[in-house]
């Protein structure tokens, strides 16, 4: 019988006879089911390419592995950790981090920035000299050359020269007292700008310098550090290094990831994939309603055929079947559809890059499979739930007149 029901039903849905009003409402339910389902897999496709995207665009600006101390900035006993990351074997580089905020001047324009003064092996853990665009990286035979963030160096038009155009960082001196002379106020040193760099909304007001300025301002000793970033040979093992360096570091370590660091930046991310998740999630809701209007228009079309089905011997249950398998053939038509005609618009954006998100950035697409049963499982489940709904005719409504 549950044959039967299928395929009476796949007949109402594909046979040329019958009402003209049936069948365009049903093929509007299919059509419908197939826009939104397009629609969510489009967007569900453009949130995965920003993520890889977002990554790529701070891969250069955020180590492996970050270890900072719990008691006060400054890292003790640097010899030991130099020690324990050296001999662990899934450590490819590591460097030392000191970064402070700093008052910079320069012609009688003054800023706050972020001075992140960093070891010659910095860029082996983040090769941020690949997002330099003026200029060169500092050579660090000087302590006071840097490289600048590029808004920090528009609002203070400092010139990209290798002998002339100095700013002055200031950096307060911690202390009590009283004050008798300017040098107790602050330390000051005069910097060069070598090279200018993308901060890419991470780094923005950011100073790149060696770290021997770092600690000539905040009067530190040799081999100071208030972090040490880490490059792993292997990312994928960034949890199992995580933990085998808290337990040879020992107390007063803690140890964050790439994604932990960015904790905020992610949870943005995913709240807005989130929303747009629930949105269209909506308007798939929205859409199974041509569906139920499809599905009643078929029982009254049909309505002297199930009398007639029920008086043959069909069971009641049976004739709900048909109803139910109806909804159920236009909902996978409607997904099969989506999915064909959503995959072949983003291979489109993918090979021509049509779309923009402005004049240089094409809109990214990363086709997923976890995608393809999100946007399945949601539709499915809407669809299947009214068409399960709407086929649960009483036995009145073949009885009465």
Known sequence: MKNIAFYIASRYLLSKKGSTAVTFITWLAVGAMTVAVTAMFVIISVFSGLEDLNQELISNLHADLTIKSTNGKTL??????NSVLKNNKEISHFSRVIEEKVYINYNGKGDIAYLRGVDSA???????????????????????????????DNRLSIPVSPSSGYATVFMPKP???IINREEDIYNKKDILVTGIFSGKDQLDNYIISPIELAEELLDLPKHSAYQIVVKLKNPDNTNTVKQQLLSALGKNIEIKTKEEENAAFWKMI????????????????????????????????????????VSLGLPLSHLRQIYFY??????????????????????FQQYTEFFKANETLPFPIKIVGKNYL???????LFGFGISWVFSKIGKDYITKN
């Open 76 to 81: 003790k006993d640097f010899d030991k950790i």
């Open 122 to 152: 910095y860029t082996k853990v983040n090769p941020i000299d690949k997002d330099i665009f003026y200029g060169s990286y500092p050579t660090f035979k000087y302590s006071n050359e840097v490289l600048m963030e590029n808004s920090l």
């Open 175 to 177: 202390g009590t007292g």
């Open 270 to 309: 995913n709240t807005e994939k989130l929303f747009i998740y629930l949105i269209f999630a909506l308007v798939i809701f929205i859409t199974t309603f041509n569906l139920a209007g499809a599905i009643i228009i078929l029982q009254l079309d049909k309505k002297q055929q199930a009398k007639s089905l």
């Open 326 to 347: 109806t909804g159920i053939l236009i909902v996978v038509l409607g997904i099969i559809s989506g999915l064909i005609l959503g995959t072949a618009l983003c291979y």
């Open 374 to 380: 999100i946007v399945s499982l949601t539709a499915g």
